[in-house]
């Protein structure tokens, strides 16, 4: 078992940046894959970017370039580092957890999931 926390999250200009963190506890943290999904009003909640439990990166087109993931296995944290957002990457962000031996940006992949936390780009 794994609890999920994120932080981080607020109203922002476009061309601006947050950090959001998710810190977990109750288990092994560095067991776990962990991803960032967002969901915008109306719309699926979909895969943003993750990281392996080895540290290898994955991240979806749309943020390739802008958003950056990393890990504090010592803290038990992961982190979403965005930059010069968009209106359109306004959502609930979530981080998730997966003990899946193989990376996946699958949803239902991730056994564990986090409150999330709001993200609004101002145009």
């Known amino acids: 078992q794994v609890q999920l926390a994120e932080s981080g999250g607020g109203l922002v200009k476009a061309g601006g940046s947050l950090r959001l963190s998710c810190a977990a506890s109750?288990?092994?943290?560095?067991?776990?894959?962990m991803g960032w999904f967002r969901q915008a009003p109306g719309k699926e909640r979909d895969f943003v970017l993750g990281?392996?439990?080895?540290?290898?990166?994955y991240y979806t087109d749309s943020v390739k370039g802008r958003f950056t993931i990393s890990r504090d296995n010592a803290k038990n944290t992961v982190y979403l580092q965005m930059n010069s957002l968009k209106p359109e990457d306004t959502a609930v962000y979530y981080c998730?957890?997966?003990?899946?031996?193989?990376?996946?940006?699958?949803?239902?992949?991730?056994?564990?999931w986090g409150q999330g936390t709001q993200v609004t780009v101002s145009s």
């Open positions: 990281i392996s439990r080895h540290g290898n990166t």
């Open positions: 998730a957890a997966s003990s899946s031996s193989l990376f996946s940006r699958r949803l239902v992949e991730y056994s564990y």
């Open positions: 109750g288990s092994t943290f560095s067991s776990y894959a």
